[in-house]
């Protein structure tokens, strides 16, 4: 029997695992500037129970001083939940696509092969996420200027919307939501992979791997440690998303 689909496995899982863990990790330090951009990008002026806030640095400390850490880190459940399932179901699917295209190719994928698995990668992670982005910036939304809080938490965000708005407001902003991860991670996985393949075309010359698919490689047999490079990968797209 083959130890190649063994391997392919391995490899799947190890990236999926991996993926989960820098998403988990970039929730945890980064969410409260998740809130403060939440809450620029929705208040206009016009919206009576959002405070208005100067700049980034005063609406960290406003938020700080008026809700305390539990402000900001408002949503931070499906927030981390949410990162944690879309990285590792990303690195999931991405690889699943890759192995199909790769299946009886001997040469190394294309940059378009790598651009179509990261989009259907994207797309997937859309269909499946979209609900808990939806409860997390709707959580990040409630400030005590809210005569009543519209969620008591979590759960009781899904079964209000759920009750109330039906189904598919669960799937609000999916639009937007399907350009912006399809896009985002066609373009950031493109330039990895090809980035990726002159470092291990650079560090394996002299070695046994020389002649080796990068995209067939173990993540343990790569030159570069996956999980530390991949955590730095998504905290520079993470950081990115809060940027701009």
């Known amino acids: 029997m083959s130890t190649e689909a063994p391997k392919r496995d391995q490899w799947q899982w190890e990236n999926a695992t991996a993926g989960a863990a820098a998403g988990f990790a970039t929730v945890a330090v980064m969410h409260p500037l998740d809130v403060v951009r939440t809450r620029f990008q929705v208040n206009d002026g016009r919206v009576s129970h959002l405070p208005i806030y100067k700049n980034t640095a005063h609406a960290v400390f406003a938020i700080a001083r008026s809700e305390g850490l539990r402000g900001l880190y408002a949503g931070f459940l499906p927030g981390v939940l949410g990162s944690t399932i879309s990285w590792g179901l990303y690195f999931f699917f991405y690889d699943r696509a890759k192995q199909r295209y790769a299946r009886n190719r001997e040469e190394k994928l294309s940059p378009g092969?790598?651009?179509?698995?990261?989009?259907?990668?994207?797309?997937l992670v859309s269909f499946f996420t979209n609900p808990v982005w939806l409860v997390k910036t709707r959580l990040q939304l409630q400030t005590p200027l809210h005569q009543t809080r519209p969620y008591s938490g979590v759960y009781d965000a899904f079964r209000t919307i759920m009750r109330e708005e039906g189904f598919s407001a669960l799937y609000r902003g999916i639009v937007p939501g399907l350009f912006l991860q399809v896009s985002h991670?066609?373009?950031?996985?493109?330039?990895?992979?090809?980035?990726?393949?002159?470092?291990?075309?650079?560090?394996?010359?002299?070695?046994?791997?020389?002649?080796?698919?990068?995209?067939?490689?173990?993540?343990?047999?790569?030159t570069l440690d996956p999980l530390n490079s991949e955590i730095h990968l998504y905290w520079t797209i993470y950081i990115s998303q809060m940027i701009f």
């Open 113 to 123: 092969l790598h651009l179509a698995s990261a989009a259907e990668a994207g797309a």
């Open 185 to 222: 991670g066609a373009i950031q996985f493109t330039a990895y992979e090809e980035l990726r393949k002159v470092i291990v075309d650079f560090k394996s010359k002299g070695s046994t791997v020389h002649n080796q698919n990068p995209d067939k490689l173990l993540v343990s047999e790569r």
